[in-house]
């Protein structure tokens, strides 16, 4: 018997398969530390790898590219939703991570979407926790933005046309 978390993240890579037909995804209960996961790999209509994951019975994380984005606890549903919302926001174009480097060492990657008041302006709503220093502070940090611009086909819950 699987624990309420296992079977609502499952639930949710199950949604998220339903609203992106067009995407390759697997969902596996892998015999590692992680309780169940999702891997959509780089694909037509998807400009980096996408990995999602429950550890530890309450640890929700999205890997998008080189970028670590957790949600704890999920026990929360409102953490889950969140976690749903910014998957889709990524693999919709949405969402888009702003991604720094010092010449190959990430020092920024920002969960980004567009602000309800002006589209043209973004919001940071995560940090990625696999950011870190670099020591090569002589280099010029360059920041490059990483988007799904032609978004996969996406079917609409509950529209049969």
Known sequence: MSAPQTDAAEAMFHQLQRQFPNLRMTVNRPATH?????????????VFDVYLY???????HLVAGDHHYEWFPCTDP???EECFTATCGLLNGEYRILECRRSTDI?????QRQTVTDPEKWETTLHSISAG??????NEKTCDILQNIQPPNQSVEGDDS
């Open 133 to 138: 220093f670099s020591f090569r502070l002589w």
């Open 78 to 80: 409102s953490l889950v």
């Open 34 to 46: 992680y309780l169940v996961d999702l891997l959509i790999d780089r694909q037509s209509g998807l």
């Open 107 to 111: 020092v920024r990657g920002e969960l």
């Open 54 to 60: 429950l550890e530890n019975n309450d640890e929700l």
